[in-house]
Structures are given as C-alpha cells and as structure tokens.
C-alpha cells in the first residue's frame, strides 16, 4: 500500500520545495493540498469538525495548483494531488486548462481531488448556490472532460457552464487525471463517483467495512468495471493497526495527515510516519 500524505501549506508552515523534495527521498508516494480561496469573517458555518473556532490554517492555504507546481519542479515521481478542488467555485473552462497543464509539465503525476465543499459564506462570495454546488461539480466536471478529449468536444450544461467545439491543448496524461471524490457515504455521493470518478477519498476512512461494499453496488451498477473502483482513505493519523484494516479492504493507498507547522515539526512527522514505508 502507497502512503501518500495532505497538509494544510501556509504562509507560515514548511513550504512545498523543501517537503516535496523530503517526501520523495524518504520514498512517500504523494502530496495532496487542500484548497480555500478565503474564508470570510462573518462566518455562521460551523467547523464541520466540531473545534468551534475553525483553526488559523484555514485562512491561509496556499494556492494548491502554485504550490504543487513548485513541488513537481523538483521532484520527479512524488504523486500530486488536490484534496480536494472546490470544483463548484472554478470557472471551468480555467480550472480545466491548471489542471492539463499540471499534469503535463509533471509527467502525468497529478491526481484531482474533487469536493463539494463545507463554508456556505466561501461559496456565496464565489457566486454558488448552495443548493445547487454538487450538481454544479458534475456539470463542469463534465464539461473539463470534453475539453480533454481526443477530438474537439462541446459541451451544454445546465448551470451556465457551455463549451463549444474547442482545440484546447495541453491533454492530461491518458485524457484525463486520476480523479476521487471526498465527502461522506451516501447516495448522491457514490452516484457521482461512479459518473465521473475513479474512486473515493473518505476523510479519516471511518466505517468503510459497511460503506465500501455499497459503493461497488452502485459502482457496478453504472457499468463500471468491478477492479477499477479506488477507495483512498485521506487525512489519517495512522497506527499499525489501522492500516493492516485498510489494507485488507483492498486499498492501494493511504493518506496521512500533517500537521500545520513549520519546518522541524513537520520533518520530524514524517521522520515518525517513515516506519509505515
């Protein structure tokens, strides 16, 4: 199983050169960023954690595409990855050409993360009704993959999202990322997972005995092929045991938490999260 990690990169944490070239030597698979544009002061969204006062590092994310893009110009095989994009607050058409850009300049290393998001004040400021964020991810999820295609690809949404027939260069490796969803299990999460996903990023990868087997149901019954469903359990703090479970479960990868801090905390972290390797 790979073990890939996530940290939540900031103005005053490690910055993505030095942990990207630390993650690669010590033979850890990926980096997945998380993404907030902003997060507004007023703010009646609870923390979906339940800390109450939402944490520092939340307001200041670094650009996940910028901080990547540095981490792939020093590494060579580090995994890439988002987790997750706030699909819904891109325009697409934009989003699409970051994200084949990426994937190009990194050799095909990037994965998209795909999330429908929690702060219903960051999304207003972005323009989404709220209501409507998940079927506005599927639209232009939908949308950036006729901009991948092959041939030249229009596409008509139903959220104003519309592209006509377009060259639009570069491809991701393969026509497109490697893409999972976050959230949590559900019937409108699987369906969007088995429409446009390769698989499932569940936070903290709690209950997957039950929930795992009802999304290869829905999987299946999309018409997607039984071994290429993924399940990336994501921002983990891991113990032996809990990993030998995921294992078990037939997950190929794993992705653990890092904390926020500067550079000695987080390289000593990753010095304790080594013995997993």
């Given at each position: 199983m790979r073990i890939s990690t996530t940290i939540f990169l900031t103005d005053e944490t490690i910055g993505p050169v030095r942990l990207a070239r630390e993650l690669e030597q010590r033979g850890f698979a990926g980096l997945y960023l998380p993404e907030h544009t902003h997060i507004p002061v007023s703010r009646d969204t609870p923390d979906p954690a339940g800390r109450g006062e939402l944490p520092r590092e939340y307001g200041r994310t670094l650009d996940p595409f910028v901080a990547l893009g540095q981490a792939a110009a020093v590494t060579e095989r580090l995994h890439l990855g988002t987790g997750i994009t706030l699909v819904a607050e891109h325009d697409p058409i934009a989003l699409a050409k970051q994200i084949a850009t990426l994937d190009h300049l990194s050799g095909g290393r990037f994965t998209l993360g795909v999330g429908f998001g929690w702060n219903r004040e960051e999304a207003a400021d972005h323009?989404?009704?709220?209501?409507?964020?998940?079927?506005?991810?599927?639209?232009?999820?939908?949308?950036?993959?006729?901009?991948?295609?092959?041939?030249p690809t229009s596409y008509e949404g139903a959220f104003g999202h519309s592209v006509r027939a377009s060259h639009a260069w570069p491809k991701p490796l393969g026509g497109a990322p490697r893409t999972f969803v976050g959230g949590a299990a559900g019937p409108r999460l699987f369906a969007?997972?088995?429409?446009?996903?390769?698989?499932?990023?569940?936070?903290?990868?709690?209950?997957?005995?039950?929930?795992?087997?009802?999304?290869?149901?829905?999987?299946?019954?999309?018409?997607?092929?039984?071994?290429?469903?993924?399940?990336?359990?994501?921002?983990?703090?891991?113990?032996?045991?809990?990993?030998?479970?995921?294992?078990?479960?037939?997950?190929?990868?794993?992705?653990?938490?890092?904390?926020?801090?500067?550079?000695?905390?987080?390289?000593?972290?990753l010095d304790e999260y080594a013995a997993y390797l």
């Open positions: 323009g989404v009704d709220w209501p409507t964020r998940r079927e506005r991810t599927r639209d232009a999820m939908h949308l950036m993959r006729a901009l991948w295609a092959a041939e969007h997972i088995a429409d446009y996903a390769d698989g499932w990023m569940p936070i903290g990868g709690r209950g997957l005995t039950e929930t795992v087997p009802v999304l290869r149901e829905v999987w299946e019954r999309a018409g997607r092929d039984p071994k290429a469903l993924r399940v990336v359990p994501y921002a983990v703090l891991p113990s032996p045991g809990k990993l030998a479970h995921y294992e078990e479960l037939g997950c190929e990868e794993v992705v653990l938490q890092l904390p926020p801090g500067r550079e000695a905390e987080v390289l000593g972290v």
